[in-house]
């Protein structure tokens, strides 16, 4: 019976040209598909406006907040959570 290796690496990679390209030597076959997980996480800086403080995180804990109010407060987001997100990211 035929029986599939399944590997798992993480690796450093650099996007030129629209291709993702690994910084070192990976065993793949030619044009074969993989799953690719993409984090920037060392490029993100400490103060970015999106990221929430360790205080921020300890003072929501003590929210109570309950489904009503989160439904109310999405439904005044006009077209798509998405869209709002890449408008709000093109003003930077």
Request: hydrophobic share 40%.
């Amino acid at each position: 019976m035929p029986y599939t290796i399944c590997m798992e690496k993480t690796v450093q990679a650099v996007y030129e040209d629209g291709v993702l390209r690994p910084l070192e030597p990976i065993l793949l076959e030619e044009r074969q598909e993989v799953t690719v997980t993409i984090s920037d996480q060392g490029n993100i800086p400490r103060v970015h406006p999106l990221l929430a403080s360790s205080d921020e995180w300890a003072n929501a804990a003590g929210d109570q907040v309950n489904l009503d109010e989160v439904r109310r407060a999405l439904a005044t987001i006009r077209g798509s959570l998405s869209e709002v997100v890449i408008e709000e990211r093109r003003d930077r």
